[in-house]
């Protein structure tokens, strides 16, 4: 099931093995380090053709502070902090009270009710476009930026209760029959006993979901028009001229946007290490 170690007595299998992943890490970093250059490079050394030399002169401060001046990035970042933040607030929040009612009680269409939300992951998001875009434009929420919302808190909400009912069915079940002996509500069990416990797979999950929407770009173009309401992913492609494009801002521009998701990672990273590592020693 799992790939045999290489022996270390085995030195050409370990070299081979050695050549392999560092060529893998060149193919997959390469367009990253192309992108990176290129953020520093002139126009001049774009219209030229080098995209993949060193550039003759560096922009670095003129091409960061294009994407702002130049362009209506900042407008773009803003929707996607109005979208992606109160998406990842209710998802954490619609997936945590549904894995606990999943997980801790038996009640007729448990398993159902479970598959459901299960079943809802392997549904390909493209064929529910035009259906999604018709119920938006029946709600008067086409081009806002509530349509992502609630799109996005209906999508992720299915996956992120997966992660979260195997989360807490994984929980000791005496801690909660210890809490109902001494009278806690179900409400207070969740507030007390369930929110502390799972704060590693909130991490975890939070991570994930912010990663997952703040990069979606086809719903972002599905469900918006206007520039007021465009997140960074389907501004990136407004930046686009329809003539000439300026390599150097639009790249400079990609690197910003994919600021976020990283700073978003190290500020969870001690809880998101403590949700991977939990269980791993037993004392």
């Known amino acids: 099931m799992y790939p045999r170690p290489i022996p270390p007595t085995a030195r050409t299998e370990r070299r081979l093995y050695l050549v392999l992943v560092i060529a893998i ?8 380090f192309a992108i990176i250059l290129t953020s520093f490079r002139s126009s001049a050394d774009v219209a030229n053709g080098n995209l993949w030399g060193w550039p003759t002169q560096f922009n670095l401060i003129d091409n960061y502070t294009g994407v702002f001046s130049r362009t209506p990035m900042a407008q773009y970042f803003l929707n996607s902090l109005l979208i992606t933040v109160p998406s990842v607030i209710g998802v954490l929040v619609l997936s945590t009270l549904s894995g606990f009612v999943l997980a801790k009680y038996r009640f007729r269409g448990n398993m159902a009710l479970f598959a459901v939300f299960v079943g809802g992951n392997f549904m390909p998001a493209q064929i529910m476009m035009i259906p999604v875009r018709d119920l938006m434009v029946r709600l008067g929420l086409y081009d806002t930026t509530f349509a992502l919302i609630i799109f996005h808190v209906a999508f992720q909400t299915g996956f992120a209760t997966l992660f979260m009912r195997n989360f807490v069915a994984a929980l000791p079940d005496e801690l909660f029959e210890a809490a109902r002996a001494e009278g806690a509500s179900p409400a207070q069990i969740l507030r007390h006993v369930v929110f502390p416990l799972v704060r590693p797979a909130f991490a975890a999950l939070a991570i994930l979901t912010f990663t997952f929407i703040w990069n979606d770009y086809f719903w972002a173009v599905v469900l918006t028009i206007s520039d007021t309401v465009k997140p960074v992913t389907a501004g990136l492609a407004n930046l686009r001229g329809q003539y000439v494009s300026e390599w150097n801002i639009i790249s400079a521009a990609t690197m910003i946007v994919a600021v976020p998701p990283v700073v978003m990672f190290f500020l969870m ?15």
């Open 25 to 32: 890490l060149v193919v997959w970093l390469a367009p990253l």
């Open 269 to 283: 990273q001690r809880h998101f290490i403590a949700g991977l590592t939990m269980g791993a020693v037993k004392g």
